[in-house]
Antibody
Framework: EVQLLESGGGLVQPGGSLRLSCAASGFTFSSYAMSWVRQAPGKGLEWVSAISGSGGSTYYADSVKGRFTISRDNSKNTLYLQMNSLRAEDTAVYYC?????????????????WGQGTLVTVSS | EIVMTQSPATLSVSPGERATLSCRASQSVSSNLAWYQQKPGQAPRLLIYGASTRATGIPARFSGSGSGTEFTLTISSLQSEDFAVYYCQQYNNWHTFGPGTKVDIK
């Protein structure tokens, strides 16, 4: 059974940093591109970042480029999101999500499994 | 960036009735279009991908159609568990989600 379990959320002051983790199980983690998707309170879904299965390629939404860094440790089956220079508008539930098919990058895929999300609140 | 729009914002439907949700892309996304269902406090659930292919375990009352820039999600006979928010997503050029359509009880 595929499971994705996020952690690391919490309250942080504007300008602060936070690192989110997503522990994966139930599939060959290194074969799948992974993404982070966020949802501000009462709002819609916003894709944040993606990383290839090997970790060698990454991509970011303009809203977080230069502030967030996605990475993965395939030996630990874990996905990360390092968030720096946090702003109030980064307040959201952050989900990790798995590509529906393996080896995606040139060809993109939708997300067939999502974690339960972790809440990040940026406030003084 | 490809912008996704959805209509209507809210759809009020009686149980057993048909619901038709629309999604439009600002430029062609071919058939690289997915639909998700989200209930309060839960993560999104993949319903449809490739514009018309049901994901594993999704009931046959959910169907998708369209290509290019115009897409439709149809729920043939609404069940109580179908009242939720529905998002479309393009994955032709990275990922963009629509703003969602809330399906509530009439």
């Amino acid at each position: 059974e595929v499971q994705l379990l996020e952690s690391g959320g919490g309250l942080v002051q504007p300008g602060g940093s936070l690192r989110l983790s997503c522990a994966a199980s139930g599939f060959t983690f290194s074969s799948y591109a992974m993404s982070w998707v966020r949802q501000a309170p009462g709002k819609g879904l916003e894709w944040v970042s993606a990383i290839s299965g090997s970790g060698g390629s990454t991509y970011y939404a303009d809203s977080v480029k230069g502030r967030f860094t996605i990475s993965r440790d395939n030996s630990k089956n874990t996905l990360y999101l390092q968030m720096n220079s946090l702003r109030a508008e980064d307040t959201a539930v952050y989900y990790c999500a798995k590509d529906e098919r393996p080896l995606g990058w040139i060809q993109l895929y939708p997300f067939d499994y999502w974690g339960q999300g972790t809440l990040v609140t940026v406030s003084s | 960036e490809i912008v996704m729009t959805q209509s209507p914002a809210t759809l009020s439907v009686s149980p057993g009735e048909r619901a038709t949700l629309s999604c439009r892309a600002s430029q062609s996304v071919s058939s690289n279009l997915a639909w998700y269902q989200q209930k309060p406090g839960q993560a999104p659930r993949l319903l449809i991908y490739g514009a018309s292919t049901r994901a594993t375990g999704i009931p046959a009352r959910f169907s998708g159609s369209g290509s290019g820039t115009e897409f439709t999600l149809t729920i043939s006979s609404l069940q109580s568990e179908d009242f939720a928010v529905y998002y479309c997503q393009q994955y032709n050029n990275w990922h963009t989600f629509g703003p969602g359509t809330k399906v509530d009880i009439k």
